[in-house]
């Protein structure tokens, strides 16, 4: 799976998540007491809205990513620094590591004793 594909999986799975919990108003009021006063529009608006906000974070994060590519391509192209080129190399760096689950797991092993 590519890491552009994995990155998009998670506000997918948000609006998966969110469309169970579309009915909750009925469940909530079923097990719990003094709740505040709800709507069922009030809930589903908010679920709609909170899985917008998901998909929009995650193409701000892309945008982010493609920045950081741009800041690196810049400095290698011109030879020179670049403003924000050395925050891009930590982002590009770190966002390859996690989008590796085996090298993760390797570092991890390797600087905290876990999954070993």
Known sequence: MSFLTAIWLLPV???LHEAEEWNILRWEQRNFVNLPAKTNAGVR???VFFTLFGFLWTALA?????NALQHLFYTLYFRQYTPGVITSVVCISRS????QPERLKSILC????LWC
């Open 13 to 15: 799975a948000l609006l």
């Open 45 to 47: 608006t908010f679920l």
């Open 62 to 66: 892309a945008g982010a990513f493609l």
């Open 96 to 99: 390859w590591v996690i989008s």
């Open 110 to 113: 390797r600087s905290h004793m």
